[in-house]
């Protein structure tokens, strides 16, 4: 869900990241205007609880889209006296916050849900007009997050991929609802409020897991391993670097923060010293995802020469 294209220049341009993400997200402004409208209309006509939950569903996306543009607009913004990094964690502050509607809404269909299965005498055969509408917004919410996760991953903003794949939850809420209503038009009519049911727990769902992770971003989560490892060997593979240790990460937004103390000869001249701390610093800025880097200098002994270097530099001075 996570992974990322590495051949597009709008990755590493904060504009360039703004414009695609109010286009797709614009777009999905759109298609959930339409679908909200006729889902919750023809949900009340044909009768269908599944129907109006989706629809209610699709009202969320609406409240996470205008959510994405608001963080898209502060999160580009250049660093400032105040925001020295830059405002990149507006975007994981709206992960989080649509973390919590997702919950609530789950949180309502379920209530909803479980009121009508308690009075089943009340649960009505719905209209075989529901079922058309919700194929209709299964195939439309599809071609939706296919959309939004290619501009996503393009630009590499976590923001947008928790848009997308809050898509494809859509979409598979609408299957589930598709199904409900196909098992209420052959006679078990129960199963309208049991897809309501459904659909209400894969949003919770959707809601936790995007609410979790963007809280553990803003409480400074580090990067994941293999970009640890990365930025490790980057550094060590600086001439002059003799190790590192106290290698620390944490996430700005789908950027990382690195700090780490270098070791450096101790005889070296402290010019000497600060252009291999630098230069370490260069090769693991060359990642697109790093946004800035904290070098320490810790001076070390010179490592002493092995046997086979003094025995080669004895014969040669015998040689003379």
């Keep these: 869900m996570n992974t990322f294209g590495k051949d597009s220049p709008d990755r590493t341009d904060p504009v360039a990241r703004a414009q695609a993400g109010r286009r797709s997200t614009f777009v999905s402004v759109a298609v959930n ?9 023809i949900g009340v006509v044909a009768g269908s609880q599944a129907l109006v939950a989706d629809a209610i569903h699709s009202l969320s996306d609406l409240v996470s889209d205008f959510l994405v543009l608001f963080a898209g607009h502060h999160g580009s913004k250049d660093p400032d ?46 209209k075989a007009v529901a079922l058309w509408v919700a194929i209709g917004t299964l195939i439309f919410k599809e071609l939706l997050f296919r959309y939004m996760l290619r501009v996503a991953e393009r630009v590499r903003s976590s923001m947008l991929v928790a848009n997308a794949w809050h898509a494809r939850s859509d979409a598979a809420s609408s299957l589930v ?37 963007a809280l553990s971003d803003l ?24 190790g590192l240790h106290d290698l620390k990460t944490r996430k700005m937004g789908d950027m990382v923060l690195v700090d780490v103390h270098l070791e450096i000869r101790a005889d070296l001249t402290v010019e000497r010293g600060h252009a291999i701390a630098a230069e370490a610093r260069r090769r693991a800025m060359l990642r697109d995802d790093v946004l800035n880097v904290m070098t320490h200098v810790d001076p070390v002994p010179a490592p002493a020469p092995d046997s086979a270097q003094v025995a080669a530099a004895v014969e040669a001075q015998a040689d003379r």
């Design 33 to 41: 205007v339409v679908l909200t409208i006729a889902q919750g209309a």
């Design 81 to 126: 006296d105040d925001h020295p990094y830059g405002h990149q964690r507006f975007e994981t502050a709206a992960s989080l916050a649509l973390g919590v509607i997702l919950l609530a809404v789950g949180a309502g269909m379920l209530w909803s849900a479980i009121g009508k299965i308690q009075h089943p005498e009340a649960l009505q055969p719905v």
């Design 177 to 213: 609802v598709a199904l409900g209503i196909g098992g209420n038009l052959l006679g078990y009519h129960i199963l309208d409020p049991v897809a309501a049911i459904i659909v209400g727990l894969m949003v919770a769902r959707m809601g936790l897991q995007f609410g979790w992770t």
């Design 219 to 242: 409480m400074d989560r580090a990067a994941d391993d293999d970009v640890v490892a990365a930025l490790r060997a980057a550094m060590l593979d600086t001439p002059g670097v003799l």
